[in-house]
């Protein structure tokens, strides 16, 4: 079973690298516009719907990424000094009751949103260029489709740590600097005096 929870936790990671590179991608147009606007005088028509484009499909796109490697931002205050099988017990809850029906919602309405955009060829109106953003929109449904697989992983993980007492392994990428001190500040609390 582990296996197959860190293969789903290496599919969301690698959809969620593979779009941090719109950072790279907006960075450029955006400076591209900087200097043909107030160098050259001649702004684009362009990069601004290329820029919220690429910031949305990061934003959407690093949802099931964020899951994987426990980046959610999560008011953990008390959560924390929970027991190992109380967190998994709050996580099972909260994802049956709140994370499931959401995704469920993305994914039809998601969809349905996309579809349309689709048949009509959608162009953006925010600015003369009228570049096409349907393909974009079809990344909503597409997202939200990987949030309800690593969900599918995580409800995996609440179950086994409520049978075995302890979380099983995900896939490690980035360690958040403030969950680090406090493992730390909790592992010196345990210690023997």
């Known amino acids: ?15 969620g690298k593979t779009f941090a590179w719109s950072v790279v991608i907006m ?9 043909m606007r107030y160098v050259l005088r001649a702004p ?3 990069a601004y719907d290329a820029g919220y484009m690429l910031y949305g499909a990061l934003f959407v796109m690093a949802g099931a990424y964020a899951l994987a ?9 008390l959560y924390r000094l929970f027991p190992t099988r109380w967190q998994a017990g709050v996580d099972l809850v909260l994802y049956i009751l709140f994370f499931f029906p959401g995704v469920i919602a993305l994914i039809y309405s998601g969809w349905i949103f996309a579809e349309r955009s689709w048949a009509i060829r959608e162009v ?31 409800v995996i993980r609440c179950i086994l740590c409520l049978k075995n007492g302890y979380w ?14 406090a493992q730390d500040y909790i592992d010196l609390e ?3 005096r």
Do not use: N
């Not at 960075?27 to 200097?35: D, K, L, P, R």
């Not at 490697?69 to 205050?77: C, Q």
């Not at 099983?168 to 001190?181: H, L, T, Y």
């Open 1 to 15: 079973m582990q296996d197959k929870l860190l293969l789903i936790d290496r599919i969301s990671t690698f959809a």
């Open 27 to 35: 960075t450029i147009a955006i400076c591209y516009e900087v200097f």
């Open 44 to 46: 684009t028509t362009w």
């Open 69 to 77: 490697t426990g980046a959610h931002v999560r008011g953990d205050v």
């Open 124 to 154: 953006s109106s925010a600015s003369p260029a009228g570049l096409p953003i349907y393909h974009f929109k079809a990344l909503i449904p597409l997202a939200a489709c990987f949030l309800l697989l690593q969900g599918i992983a995580e």
């Open 168 to 181: 099983p392994s995900r896939v490690q990428d980035v360690k958040d600097i403030d969950a680090a001190s």
């Open 190 to 192: 345990d210690q023997p």
